[in-house]
């Protein structure tokens, strides 16, 4: 399994939570209310924006934790975090099971113009009719960002009509060329896992729902039939920009800089927190926002549809807090308060049934959506079997065999499946 850069920062970061752990470190302001969030640099930023705007009735302190967000569920101490934003919405319910989270009040779901989210978001954050969660943030993860002049340039046609097949293709076709036509951030884990749900979700929507469920079963034939794909995409030669050691080492921002700024790779799968990324490199390389475009994730075949899954970050309190974080979950839910980060940096879709905001162009129609019925990141629902040391190393190590190894595809599958269905049993 690659370590990411994130990992070994977050792992800083969350130093300070083991330190108070210890009953005599006092670390921070005593006074703050904590709040631990998984964001970094551009995104982190941008939350700072919306905390100076919201009116917070408490001081806050923020604790960045990166790809360790985790261990605020169980950290201890007088600097032990009031407020969790949890980057994974299906662990709400469980955490609340084992006793980690108070619960919230009712009223932050709904007022008088009715529901405050949608009901999808009510299945994951309520264990019985108690809510342990509220959405602060949402994430559309069925998108590709591409080069709109570099497309053009390469005679590729129009994305939004392509299938699984013809990007496969272009990937063909690229392959040893200047510009591939995908770029890859491969040392961030939940990339491998984005691009494994939506190719399983375009193959069977069935399949898919089934193994967010209670019992679940990796041999079977869309599983199959999606790793194959995978193998079809980072088995080719020199189709990767980098190639497939470099990606292992890439992040996800790195990924699409490589697109739309160092101008390696054509396009990137990226969900649509990548917008203030995207923002960045077109600045850094002097071009406007007609060059880069988004459009869904494709389609399976002919007939068939998109695949539409849904992330999220949700505002948790855990067991030692107290009205004073109550009240700072109350304001950053409020319908108004996300939209400095909306209307400033972009790359944050607002889940509030009635936040009314400015979207960019690139992630109105994601934001259009989010009130129909998509389907929830599968890793965040799986517990343990979705995590670092489950489909992410599963998805890594098959990426290293059939990509960078050159690997037989079949077997690197059969591997794969295999190594699933063990960690299923081990875990369960």
Sequence with gaps: ??????????????????????????????????????????????????????????????????????????????SAPDIVMLPQAGQVRASAAAGRLRELPGHLWSDPRGPRYAEYWRQLCHLGDRPYGVPFKASAKSLVWYDREAIDAAGLGDPVTWTVRDWLDGVRELAGAPRRLLALGAADGWVLTDLFENLLLAESPAVYRDLGGGTRDWDVPAVRTTFARLGGFWGIRSGLAGGVGTTLTRQFADAVRDVFEHRRALAVAAPDFAEPVVRDALRRSGRGADSAAVVPFPIAAPGGANPRIVGGDVMVLTRSAGPRAEAVVAALAADRAPLPWIEGSGGFLGPHLHTRAHYSRWSATAAESLSERPEFDLSDRIGAVGGRDGLWRVLTDFLITAGDRGGDVATATATAVATLGRFERGWR
């Excluded at 005599?24 to 924006?49: H, M, P």
């Excluded at 990166?66 to 201890?76: K, M, N, Q, S, V």
């Design 1 to 78: 399994m690659v370590t990411t850069r994130r990992a070994v920062l977050g792992a800083l970061a969350g130093l300070p939570l083991l330190a108070a752990c210890a009953p005599d470190v006092l670390l921070g302001d005593r006074g703050a209310v904590r709040i631990a969030v998984s964001w970094s640099g551009l995104e982190l930023a941008a939350f700072r924006s919306v905390l100076d705007a919201a009116g917070s009735p408490e001081p806050v302190e923020v604790v960045p934790l990166g790809d360790e967000i985790g261990t605020a569920l169980t950290a201890r101490g007088r």
